[in-house]
């Protein structure tokens, strides 16, 4: 039986998981996906996820970003508990609190580079021109300030990618979930992205959860974890 997490007793965490569950399939032949997994994520750390194609590593960033609910457990975010949400709540938390970068950046063709980056601004109904300003200077650090008004089409490969940890950061969320985010670009990108979201990360004091095959990166960060056959090995 799970205890209820102790506040007072990690008020240095910002995510706790404790004892996750998830299958998919049917009641009667289930896939168990993640078995009695549990994290801490301190706040201002970088961790990363490890493991094989297929041992839960998408499933267990999506449980994090409460993108998706797990079969069993506990998930708290800032001492909060996320399972007392409603889906409306929970919507609200991932836009202010969570920032997602993805191995496609998933930009929308028919805007620029900065409305891009402002979009969750704007669905969050944020004032414009600050945002804007906000939105500007991040493209500005991510070496896009000439490319404001490109189009995604516009872009390189590695140029889009930046977009998109522009636009994961322009929230200024508490957390980044980062799944594959240079597992499309070559390794001079790759490396580039990478070191561009390691300086943004600490210069915001954000906590990051990074999914990686590419254990040179993962080695990188400050701690890195195993999944394998669902659970950490």
């Not at 569950?21 to 168990?32: A, I, L, Q, S």
Request: aromatic content about 4%; proline content about 3%.
């Amino acid at each position: 039986m799970n205890e209820p997490l102790n506040i007072s007793a990690v008020d240095s965490l910002l995510l706790h998981a404790v004892n996750i569950h998830k299958d998919y399939g049917t009641k009667e032949n289930p896939v168990r996906v993640l078995r009695r997994v549990s994290i801490e994520v301190a706040r201002g750390e970088m961790l990363a996820i490890v493991g094989a194609s297929g041992s839960g590593k998408t499933t267990l960033l999506q449980i994090l970003g409460s993108l998706d609910v797990p079969d069993k457990g506990q998930l708290w975010f800032a001492g909060r508990d996320l399972r007392s949400l409603s889906d409306n709540q929970l919507a609200a938390h991932r836009n202010k609190n969570i920032g997602f970068i993805f191995q496609f950046h998933y930009l929308l063709p028919e805007f620029t580079a900065l409305e891009n980056v402002m979009m969750p601004g704007l669905i969050a109904r944020q004032q414009e021109k600050p945002l804007k300003e906000r939105a500007t200077r991040l493209l500005q650090q991510v070496g896009l300030g000439h490319r404001l008004e490109h189009r995604s089409g516009e872009l390189s490969g590695g140029e889009q990618q930046r977009v998109a940890l522009a636009r994961a950061l322009v929230m200024q969320p508490a957390l980044l979930l980062a799944d594959e985010p240079t597992g499309n670009l070559d390794s001079a990108s790759g490396r580039q992205v990478f070191e561009l979201l390691t300086e943004l990360c600490r210069t915001q004091s954000m906590s990051v959860v990074m999914v990686t095959h590419n254990l040179e990166l993962a080695a990188a960060m400050d701690r890195c974890l195993t999944l394998k056959d669902g659970a950490l090995a």
